[in-house]
């Protein structure tokens, strides 16, 4: 029987982190693993939400370090779908910053992760597909389709 396809909204996932010292680097600043492996948390969540079941993570696309985070910053984590094959889930993952003094906010770091949802024994197995709701999302499908087509095109050439 296969499940009906579920929107974005139903497993957008949101993850506040308050910075401390022991995240930090000498420069006060959040170490890239800290934030890398905070991301990774926020897409687990998020691919978990969607497949309602146990997902790993396969592999992780352009990540990007725009701005650092300073200790005593809020790092606010959003990740959503972008695209759902037959097992495997591609998620965004946007990071910005907010300065709880002066109350900006920063964009600060971007990247795709790709999880496969497991069944009991551990083999990959179906997950709903999903559902566009706008314009926009439609042409986030296709964009994202076409990163798919490079990596397995990048795993066909060892790349």
Known sequence: MTEPAKTIAESHTEMVQLVLPNDA??????LGGTVMH????????????????????????KITFKAPIKVGQVAILKSRLTYVGRSSMEIQVDVDCEDLNR?????TSRAFFTFVA????????????????????????????ERRNRRLEDRKTGG
């Open 25 to 30: 680097n000498p420069h006060g600043t959040v």
């Open 38 to 61: 905070w991301m990774d948390l926020a897409a687990a969540i998020t691919a978990h939400r969607h497949a309602r079941g146990p997902v790993v993570t396969v592999s992780v696309d």
């Open 103 to 107: 109350g900006t906010h920063l964009h």
């Open 118 to 145: 497991l069944d009991k024994a551990g083999e990959p197995r179906a997950v709903p597909q999903l559902k566009a709701e706008s314009e926009e999302q439609r042409e986030e499908l296709h964009m994202a389709e």
